[in-house]
């Protein structure tokens, strides 16, 4: 068959592909919501004037409203706003009931208004929060001393309604056009540009230009002392915004900003629509980063880079633009018609930050770095508990709680991977750019999303697709193998869900894409969707990998014949083949389906090997027993036999980075010489000791990426003396990112006495009021050694320390605090504590939660004794 022919028969095969979709395309009328269709709104007047002494603003708005048939009355959302003057087209109306609890006000109009065209005008006043909620006031120490405040907002998911009246949905699209009054020496930013401004005396009025059409949960308004660091690239105005004395921290994301957003209007196929992007630091007690259409809000932690930060915030700050300048295009541009379809914004936009980060900085290895997000998704995937990747949201103000970072980002990441690699990256994007064209200025369901990759690979993509996106969990494909007389192999392939505890009964089945590796060949794809399905793959002396380079979401079990092929070929097998082998094995140990001595066996083939993600899911293993040992008869042996197995990976990389080095090679450096000081290696501390004597003496002497694992190692062993000089140190330094790492290696301190007086410091005044996270982060280093003081400590002060959170807040109490907290207190009392802080009906997420702890705790009984018996039984052989 010629080309021309095999694209003619395709074009008439996606005609008749009826992709079996278990939603429907969008369709406005039948988004779910709470507010009535009847009346939309168009375009959006807004104008506020903050009082930031009194933590109050005033408003006032008008709404160019659409009725889509009669009516008498108009609902929309408010929350905490207290409206007067309600006009609609000019006269005063009848009734306005504000419903603060339901968060919805209902206007009776003087008589019913016929459909058409129509204005909402009224004036408000509301409060100006003190967390990152609609709008709020960031307290920031400035450059030089003294304190100052910002304004900045913080909308989704459903706080738009806090600072002004509005259609607070995400399938309500409509223009909107801002105006503030600020003081005359403060700077704003917009989601547009500045179109107007007046200064009158002390105050400065500021108009911006009127949005395109986009949801009220993008909205953005910053204001403060803050000054630009600016470029332009084609038609587009790169801002990267921050407190005055830090602008010149925000070089790195000015040059990231313009080559991601060149890159993605290329691969979206869709130019970024907006004159401008800004991307704004807020002071630490904002949490995370929030895409709002061409105005995004970063943690200045993840934005700026000092001449103190490492490589790795260098990645974060990458990774994180990537991410957030994704969502411009999945979020923004194309929006999910209901918060169900949360995944459509942020898996998509985890998925794309991986790739553009990894495409443009090769040396990092980011996918295989991803390997860690996509286990941290795995794993509580593995509960019973765990649930699908699109949920159901009955109510947008539980929509905060749909925001699952392991399963709506890491596992949809995974999994749009996974799907990408089964169709082909150019026919995926292919696929990606109809659907941005049909949904462009609108939104879109995850059908939408399925219509586009079907018409693009002219395969139903929906039945592929749909068993990953809603069912909960995670099949275990079991390999097994069988030779011919002449060693030729062929595997048997079979499936079940994958479940850490229980799972009888567990009928759930995928469409699996594997990507099978025999030898050094090329994987071949092989969709797995039969009982026993088998195929042919290669001689049987040869490794074989059911996951090669790791791209799939599934872990895989091989019959002893062949897991003993790998195992012996391990050093020499492919890095992502190594590590997908590694994590499964591990996760078998796991759920009791595999011995201990089966992962250790492939532990200890990696003898030199530097794979640096293969080391980094080893040390992460041997850390889980080496840590579970403490206080144990057996724990010192255990200790030395895990220094053993990484201390020859350790001598061949040396102490000091070699010119040409990779930044990954460097990483594993670190984490083998640190894991080596913590495990009680004594030349590793005292060469860390004499480090840190060089690093007082001489800042410069410690590399910013070196000095966590030195700090670590120090402060774990930390005397009094020791302990007072972390202290010091962090208290004179005048780089955040150094600072906050001696903060973080003082509360590493295994000492008793002084781990109290780490308590103290992570609490005390002297750390400044935005620093809310370096607390958090003391407290979960403090945990290690001190488990019950610290959840102490956290728990005289949670509300104070979870306020950066916002709305998220209760999500992090059901499923952090357990996962963090497993061994500080007994479990019943965590699940009582839990439940008297959350929402009863977060009762999915607080089992979640309850199960990791559960399980951590139950490993804990069985990796310790399945521990000692094989390094008694290596003993015996040895
Ligand atoms: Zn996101």
Request: glycine share 8%.
């Amino acid at each position: 068959m010629t080309r021309t022919m095999g694209f003619i028969a395709a074009a008439f095969a996606v005609a008749l592909v009826q992709p079996a979709l278990a939603e429907a395309p969008f369709d406005f009328d039948k988004a779910y919501g709470r507010l009535p269709k009847n009346v939309v709104p168009v375009d959006y007047s807004i104008a506020i004037v903050p009082d930031v002494s009194a933590k109050t603003f005033t408003g006032t708005e008008t709404v160019s409203l659409q009725f889509r048939e009669a009516t008498g009355t108009v609902v929309f959302n408010t929350l905490n706003l207290t409206l007067k003057n309600v006009r609609v087209d000019g006269t005063p109306v009848k009734d306005v009931k504000n419903d603060n609890e339901a968060q919805l006000a209902t206007v009776t109009l003087a008589a019913p208004a016929a459909a058409g065209t129509h204005t909402l005008t009224l004036s408000y006043s509301g409060v100006i929060e003190s967390r990152p909620q609609g709008l709020f006031a960031q307290p920031y120490g400035k450059v030089g001393g003294g304190e100052a405040v910002l304004l900045s907002t913080q909308m989704e998911s459903t706080d738009a309604r806090r600072m002004f009246p509005c259609w607070d949905e995400p399938a309500f699209r409509a223009t909107f056009k801002l105006t503030a009054t600020v003081p005359a020496e403060w700077q704003t930013i917009g989601n547009m540009p500045v179109a107007k401004r007046v200064v009158h005396g002390k105050l400065a009025t500021v108009t911006f230009e009127r949005s395109p059409k986009m949801p009220s949960y993008l909205v953005e308004f910053t204001a403060g002392d803050l000054r630009e660091l600016k470029d332009t690239s084609g038609k587009v105005h790169f801002g990267v915004w921050a407190v005055a004395g830090h602008e010149a921290d925000g070089a790195a994301a000015l040059a990231n900003a313009k080559q991601i957003l060149a890159d993605y209007n290329e691969y979206f196929g869709y130019d970024f629509p907006l004159p401008k992007l800004d991307s704004i630091a807020i002071p630490g007690g904002f949490g995370g980063a929030m895409e709002n259409w061409g105005a995004i809000t970063y943690n200045d932690a993840v934005l700026l880079l000092s001449s103190g930060s490492s490589i790795g915030n260098a990645q974060g700050v990458y990774a994180t633009m990537a991410h957030e300048m994704a969502h411009q295009w999945n979020g923004d541009l194309v929006t999910m018609g209901w918060w169900d379809d949360l995944w459509l914004n942020e898996s998509f936009a985890s998925w794309m930050a991986a790739k553009e980060t990894d495409r443009r900085n090769p040396g990092w290895k980011w996918w295989e770095a991803q390997d860690a997000a996509k286990e941290a998704a795995m794993a509580p995937d593995s509960y019973a508990s765990s649930h699908a990747i699109q949920v159901h949201v009955t109510d947008e103000l539980q929509a905060a709680n749909a925001f699952d970072p392991t399963i709506t980002y890491n596992k949809g990441q995974a999994v749009l991977r996974m799907l990408e690699a089964y169709l082909g990256p150019d026919v995926f994007r292919d696929g990606v750019r109809r659907y941005m064209r049909a949904r462009a200025f609108g939104n879109a369901t995850t059908a939408d999303l399925w219509i586009g990759l079907s018409a693009a690979s002219k395969q139903d993509v929906g039945a592929i697709a749909a068993g990953w996106t809603e069912q909960a969990g995670l099949p275990l494909v079991s390999v097994a193998a069988e030779c011919d007389a002449q060693g030729k192999r062929t595997v048997s392939l079979s499936q079940k869900r994958f479940l850490l505890e229980g799972g009888a009964g567990d009928t759930s089945h995928w469409s699996v894409p594997l990507q099978i590796r025999a030898g050094a060949a090329t994987p071949a794809t092989v969709l797995l969707t039969q009982q026993g399905q088998r195929i042919a793959a290669g001689a049987c002396q040869e490794p074989l990998s059911a996951n090669a380079d790791a791209i799939g979401y599934y872990r895989v079990q091989y019959d002893a014949a062949t897991l003993g092929t790998n195992t012996r070929a391990f050093g020499t097998l492919p890095d992502a083949d190594r590590i997908a082998m590694l994590d499964d094995q591990w996760a078998l140990v796991q759920a009791r389906s595999a011995p201990l001595a089966s992962y250790l066996a492939l532990a200890e083939g990696m003898r030199t090997s530097v794979d640096s993600s293969a080391w980094q899911q080893i040390n992460n293993s041997l850390g889980v027993i080496e840590y579970d040992e403490r206080g144990t008869p057996g724990h010192d042996a255990f200790a030395a036999y895990a220094r053993s197995v990484i201390k020859p990976v350790a001598d061949r990389l040396g102490w000091d980075a070699k010119a040409d080095e990779t930044p990954d090679l460097q990483n594993l450096r670190r984490t083998v010489l640190q894991n080596l000081g913590v495990w009680g290696d004594a030349g590793v501390i005292a060469e860390a000791r004499r480090r840190f004597a060089a690093f007082v003496k001489d800042r410069s002497a410690v590399a910013p990426d070196d000095q966590p694992m030195i700090l670590t190692i120090v402060g774990l062993h930390a005397d009094k003396a020791t302990f007072e000089q972390l202290h010091r140190l962090a208290k004179a330094s005048t780089d955040d990112s150094e600072r906050r790492r001696l903060y973080v290696a003082l509360a590493g301190v295994r000492d008793a006495g002084l781990g109290e007086e780490a308590a103290k410091i992570a609490l005390d005044p002297e750390i400044p009021p935005q620093e809310i996270q370096l607390r958090l982060g003391m407290l979960g280093t403090l945990r290690a050694e001190h488990p019950q003081l610290a959840w102490n400590t956290f728990n005289n002060k949670a509300a104070e320390l979870l306020s950066p959170f916002g709305n998220l807040a209760p999500l992090f109490e059901a499923q952090f605090v357990p996962t963090f907290f497993w061994n500080s207190l007994p479990l019943n009392e965590m699940e009582a504590w839990i439940k008297a802080h959350v929402p009863a009906e977060m009762g999915p997420q607080i089992q979640k939660g309850m199960d990791s702890a559960r399980f951590q705790y139950t490993q804990k009984q069985e990796l310790v004794p399945a521990a000692d018996a094989y390094l008694a039984a290596r003993g015996s052989h040895a």
